[in-house]
């Protein structure tokens, strides 16, 4: 069987023209992405970018191998386009929040509000951003789930960059029983969270007076860190601390 005989028979024709086409879409989409992954650690690129340009090949890169194909297989893409014009207005109803979302995820790359990395908070929902494509943006939370949030959801709920600045603030509340001086622990804590490793000086750690309560005077501790990584470890440490002092100075 000859080059020209598959070519003579419209049907393995057919088949070969598909074929060669789907692998040379794989193909180039898989390149491209090597080659953007390379480029990103040669040039210490933002991830960001890399995944937003990697989705538009995808994309553009698919929709040309589908019209190869169509054209090959004698289908009138006119037609179809002119077709979907007819029925513009069910699809265009029925594909508004994927269009929707696309949409957002263009204005969020041009915002640049969060990136690949950074901890987000939306809709009670707090995690590490994973992926940011053009439809959906993916979270990994502490309990490592995975979230996918629709992006058209960033344009319309408020959104919390959570490591977007260096210098965090970490706060814990404590009640101070009565029967202890109130002076003595309010010093006692301030010395502790000062000495934790990593701790800023400027703001210097605080205890700030809330409200007296039945069981005693609610407080909260703030210090502040230049690690916003680390906010929940900090936490964890000056709520130690603040546990020793409270049992040592009630004893």
Request: with cysteine; aromatic share 8%; charged share 20%.
């Amino acid at each position: 069987m000859t080059v020209d005989f598959l070519f003579a028979d419209p049907i393995l024709k057919h088949l070969l023209v598909t074929a060669i086409t789907l692998i040379a879409a794989f193909l180039i989409i898989e390149c491209t992405s090597h080659l953007l992954n390379r480029a990103r650690k040669l040039w210490d690129l933002d991830l960001t970018l890399i995944q937003v340009l990697n989705e538009l090949v995808k994309y553009t890169v698919i929709f040309l191998a589908v019209t190869i194909i169509l054209n090959e297989l004698g289908i009138n893409i006119t037609g179809i386009v002119i077709s979907l014009g007819i029925v513009g207005i069910a699809v265009g109803f029925a594909a508004r929040d994927t269009l929707s979302n696309f949409i957002a995820g263009f204005f969020i790359l041009a915002d640049k509000g969060f990136r690949v990395g950074d901890i987000i908070e939306i809709s009670n929902r707090e995690g590490r951003v994973l992926k940011m494509g053009f439809r959906i943006t993916t979270l990994k939370t502490a309990d490592n789930k995975i979230i996918h949030i629709p992006n058209s959801l960033f344009s319309k709920d408020p959104y919390i960059n959570l490591t977007a600045a260096e210098n965090r603030r970490v706060d814990l509340d404590v009640t101070i029983p009565y029967r202890m001086d109130l002076e003595n622990t309010v010093q006692s804590l301030k010395s502790a969270a000062s000495e934790l490793k990593g701790v800023l000086e400027k703001p210097s750690p605080d205890v700030q007076i809330k409200e007296l309560s039945d069981t005693g005077v609610k407080a909260t501790v703030t210090l502040w860190t230049n690690d916003p990584w680390e906010v929940a470890t900090y936490r964890t440490s000056i709520a130690k601390e603040a546990k020793r002092i409270l049992v040592d100075e009630n004893a």
